[in-house]
């Protein structure tokens, strides 16, 4: 099955520490995304990327970091320079840049 | 940065009544649309695109364009309760082919 799978589901972390998200997609789209949701709140984009080796910074980039080495991949790691880290996190894809993006299931993640 | 518009609710329906939610837009270039639904806890999932002045249909859902007045919005006939979810309208911004999303509209189908 074609689809985006985000890994873990849920996740805690101890204040200080670095914490990577998986996100992987086989659906060969060129474009992925890191959205971040908070409580009640709508999305805001972390860092998206449209190419291999190459990525963007969203509105709220501050404190995370991505790498994007293959087509497949787009992980992004939580460092301890974000304040408050603890929110739903949302992976995304689309074919191109101007068509409608899929998601992943998200990966909730809570600082202990 | 360009905005798109929803109210935020809930808006509380009837069973089997329709299901109107509404997005405005800052962008007059914008030319791609989206509906999402997302269940609460879940991630969002595509209903509908529309990409044209007017209507477009899909079941029980339908999308209405009207590019002049810059608002999309979504039609739910029949609602179910299984309708009841927050919907996001999304646009693609012209400049730099980036989707813009709205906070979204609580829906709640009574039955």
Redesign the interface.
Known sequence: DGGITQSPKYLFRKEGQNVTLSCEQNLNHDAM?WYRQDPG???R?IY?SQIVNDFQKG?IAEGYSVSREKKESFPLTVTSAQKNPTAFY?CASSSW??????????TRLTVV | ?KEVEQNSGPLSVPEGAIASLNCTYSDRVS??F?WYRQYSG?????IM?IYSNGDKEDGRFTAQLNKASQYVSLLIRDSQPSDSATY?C?V?QDSN???I????TKLIIKP
């Open positions: 995304y709140q709508g999305l984009l998206y509105d949302l840049v101007n068509t409608e993006a899929f998601f992943g299931q998200g | 940065q030319q791609s989206f879940k991630s969002p999932e595509l695109s996001l999304a693609i082919y980036q989707l999303w709205g906070a979204g």
